[in-house]
């Protein structure tokens, strides 16, 4: 049974923008949690997949009471699809973090709109307006500039592991979003929930868990379920709104923002490379989004009556 057509269309999509921005912000503060724990990555990664599973299990209970285990059972192959990339992803973006330059992952994570574009038209015939690759393009441009100090600053760390770890992080969101918007009338909070889940287990296997105490609990417990979790429940609810290659490039607000939180909260200065290229990457999210503004506003010739009246004019 396919989920029922929303009445305003427009506003529809304008939801599904804003959530997905909203995921991106939650998102975005990864970095900052990350670097205030005491914990090793194969710990972090663990404590924060289980609170994320445990909180996103909760609120689905709420929701669904007594049906809970039944919406389990019925998110089918595409939740479990989608729980698999969301959990591979997350693990690999840590991995990745340990094994090459942090200029190199966000290049790779970087293309995972254009991924996601490709994957949508092949997969569902969901073609990809030019604007949209003019946006993808550009902030793809702005993602370089902000990493550029680290190839003249430092010398550059990486490997083709770690390379593949990040390229890996980039095609699995990209999947995880396709499979949203495929299947946009399957419950996707038990997926992420099961995403949660999997991630810790495969953690588990290297975590040392009894190393986490006090403070550094308190800060995983927020990492999972308010960085993670909370990011999660606005992705998935925004993201079968909108065509696939629009919600990955909304997304890519996590690497713009992610540095200025850490710059805010302990005075790390990303450098003007990443004040600049954050920049170019906001510009061609703004211009995209007002783009399909007025193109929304144009399909519906109504929507200038219905404002002009509102004001009076």
Do not use: K
């Not at 998110?75 to 840590?94: E, L």
């Not at 889940?197 to 296997?205: F, Q, S, V």
């Amino acid at each position: 049974m396919s989920a029922p057509a929303p009445l305003d269309d427009s506003r529809y999509r304008r939801g599904g923008r804003i959530l997905v921005a909203a995921a991106a912000i939650s998102w975005s503060l990864g970095g900052l949690m990350a670097r205030s724990v005491g914990t090793d990555p194969w710990t972090t990664v663990f404590w924060r997949g289980v609170f994320c599973a445990a909180f996103l299990l909760a609120v689905t209970a709420v929701r669904e009471g007594r049906r809970t285990p039944g919406v389990f059972a019925r998110m089918g192959a595409t939740g479990v699809g989608m729980a698999v990339c969301f959990a591979i992803g997350s693990t690999c973006f840590i991995m990745a973090l340990h094994r090459t330059s942090v200029a190199n992952v966000l290049i790779i994570q970087s293309l995972s709109p254009f991924m996601a574009g490709l994957l949508g038209w092949i997969w569902m015939g969901e073609r990809v307006a030019g604007r949209t690759w003019l946006a993808m393009g550009v902030a793809l441009a702005g993602s370089a500039i902000m990493v550029s100090r680290y190839f003249y600053s430092t010398p550059v760390r990486g490997s083709i592991g770690g390379d593949l770890l990040a390229f890996a992080v980039a095609l699995t969101f990209a999947l995880a979003t396709v499979l949203l918007r495929r299947r946009r009338q399957v419950q996707m909070l038990p997926a992420a929930a099961l995403a949660a889940g999997l991630t810790a287990a495969i953690a588990a296997t290297a975590a040392l868990p009894a190393s986490a105490a006090g403070r550094d609990l308190l800060l995983l417990a927020l990492f999972g379920a308010g960085q993670l979790g909370l990011g999660m429940i606005l992705f998935t609810a925004g993201a079968r709104r909108i065509p696939v290659a629009e919600a990955s490039l909304i997304a890519v607000l996590e690497s713009v923002l992610g540095p200025v939180w850490v710059w805010l909260a302990l005075g790390e200065n990303p450098g003007l490379p990443s004040l600049m290229g954050g920049a170019v990457v906001l510009a061609a999210l703004a211009g995209h989004t007002l783009a399909d503004l007025r193109l929304e506003r144009g399909a519906d010739p109504q929507a200038g009556s219905r404002n002009r009246s509102s004001t009076g004019t």
